[in-house]
């Protein structure tokens, strides 16, 4: 009000269409505070953690903690859905966004039917950006949950253990082949998973 000039009533008008968007927090008899920026994305498409990081506004950064190729488990076979066991490259990264931890990625490529991807540089560009702008896909499955993540997890995401966060896993295929699965693990409040659709032909339900 001093630095503006303006009444009361013009700041809660400014501050509070900023409140909705979810750029501001408004906290009664503590203040209003920039909050931390949330991701939306559709459900039904596969969303690239960078350009929807930037498209916020915040700077994106991409550290990628180890990169392993060998034959997939057991499990990694179930989550590849694989009918036998073949190589796989194993990638365990993590995005920032405005130099805070955002999500933690873990992936599985299909080497059999993305050989390229062992050669790819995934020190210097995100796995599904990669992916995205490489390997066509025909089909994808998103599972999604909450989770207490285990100590290790929110210590990689700089957030007090018990916290809850969102789990995304994703299965995506190119026609009958696998391409890949990735579990990517967001602290709760940094994401939203957002669907907008029709009711079917002759609903009445509302």
């Known amino acids: 009000m001093v630095e503006y000039g303006c009444s009361r009533m013009t700041v809660n008008k400014a501050l509070a269409p900023l409140a909705e968007a979810g750029l501001i ?5 503590f203040g209003t505070f920039v ?3 949330r991701i939306h994305s559709a459900v039904l498409d596969i969303p690239d953690i960078p350009a929807e990081v930037s498209g916020r ?4 950064d991409y550290e990628l903690l180890s990169r ?4 997939a ?5 179930e ?29 599985l490529i299909n080497l059999e039917t993305v050989p390229q991807a062992a050669e790819a540089d995934f020190a210097a560009t995100a796995p599904g950006s990669w992916l995205l702008s490489h390997v066509p896909w025909t089909e994808a499955e998103h599972r999604i949950s909450a989770a207490n993540v285990p100590k290790a ?16 896993e994703r299965r995506t295929w190119r026609g ?18 957002v669907a907008r659709f029709a009711p079917k032909r002759g609903s009445t339900e509302t």
């Open 176 to 193: 009958a082949d696998r391409i890949t699965h990735v579990r990517l693990i967001f602290p709760g409040e940094a994401y939203d998973l």
């Open 35 to 37: 909050a931390r920026p």
């Open 79 to 107: 989550e590849l859905g694989l009918e036998r066991s073949a190589e796989v490259l194993v990638l365990k990264s993590l995005h920032r966004a405005g130099g805070r931890p955002f999500a933690l990625e873990e992936r």
């Open 153 to 168: 997890v929110a210590a990689a995401l700089g957030i007090k253990l018990m916290t809850a966060c969102l789990l995304l």
């Open 68 to 71: 392993r190729v060998r034959p």
């Open 57 to 60: 506004g915040e700077a994106y």
């Open 25 to 29: 927090e408004r906290r009664r008899k």
């Open 73 to 77: 488990t057991a499990r990694e076979m």
